[in-house]
């Protein structure tokens, strides 16, 4: 297995504009994790999935934003209407563990610039 | 709500110079703690973790001693190689969730 995998690594658009994000996760893991990170901050956590369960949501995530995981294995982000403050980049996770004990394996990231 | 502060960076040192990077957390009850590092272009990685207290974390010769009373989890090596150069993020899980701080660079000049 060669980790998580996340695309576009990168994507520039224009204000307005929608976006979607993809990732590809460790194959056995069952969770799997959004964060963004902005410069000079850590990551910033936005959702995570149980299988193909939204079990949690950020109450800092704007209405613009969902996600999915529909068949428990990949999952994509969705922006709609991107504004410039939406530039970051965005982290996936995957993990085995039940409850947060265990390691999170990163993907490198998808970096969004919003113009 | 929980949260994780440590040392702003940069910090630069020279090679085979002792190295802390200091961490504290704010939570309630006795969250499991992580030092992940993210060296250049690539993702970030999970270095070392203590699940309760008193317990310490090691790995690639860094250390860090979950500190109850101190609330702290301080990241410590020895003896810093160029290739330790990263970012490094001391976090906590919360709630299945890990909650990272905002990362200290790190720089070790040959």
């Known amino acids: 297995d060669t980790g998580v995998s996340q695309d576009p690594r990168h994507k520039i658009t224009k204000r307005g504009q929608n976006v979607t994000f993809r990732c590809d996760p460790i194959?056995?893991?069952?969770?799997l994790y959004w964060y963004r990170q902005t410069l000079g901050q850590g990551p910033e956590f936005l959702t995570y999935?149980?299988?193909?369960?939204?079990?949690?949501k950020s109450r800092l995530l704007s209405d613009r934003f969902s996600a999915e995981r529909p068949k428990g294995s990949f999952s994509t982000l969705e922006i709609q209407r991107t504004e410039q403050g939406d530039s970051a980049m965005y982290l996936c996770?995957?993990?085995?563990?039940?409850?947060?004990?265990?390691?999170?394996?990163f993907g490198e990231g998808s970096r969004l610039t919003v113009l | 709500g929980d949260s994780v502060t440590q040392m702003e960076g940069p910090v630069t040192l020279s090679e085979e110079a002792c190295l802390t990077i200091?961490?504290?957390?704010?939570?309630?009850?006795?969250?499991?703690l992580f030092w992940y590092v993210q060296y250049p272009g690539e993702g970030l990685q999970l270095l070392l973790k203590?699940?309760?207290?008193?317990d310490k974390g090691s790995n690639k010769g860094f250390e860090a001693t979950y500190r109850k009373e101190t609330t702290s989890f301080h990241l410590e090596k020895g003896s810093v190689q160029v290739s330790d150069s990263a970012v490094y993020f001391c976090?906590?899980?919360?709630?299945?969730?890990?909650?990272f701080g905002k990362g200290t660079r790190l720089h070790i000049l040959p």
């Open positions: 996770a995957s993990s085995l563990a039940q409850g947060a004990t265990g390691e999170l394996f």
């Open positions: 194959s056995e893991h069952n969770r």
């Open positions: 999935f149980q299988n193909e369960a939204q079990l949690e």
């Open positions: 200091n961490c504290t957390y704010t939570a309630t009850g006795y969250p499991s």
């Open positions: 203590a699940t309760k207290a008193d």
């Open positions: 976090a906590l899980n919360r709630d299945d969730k890990i909650i």
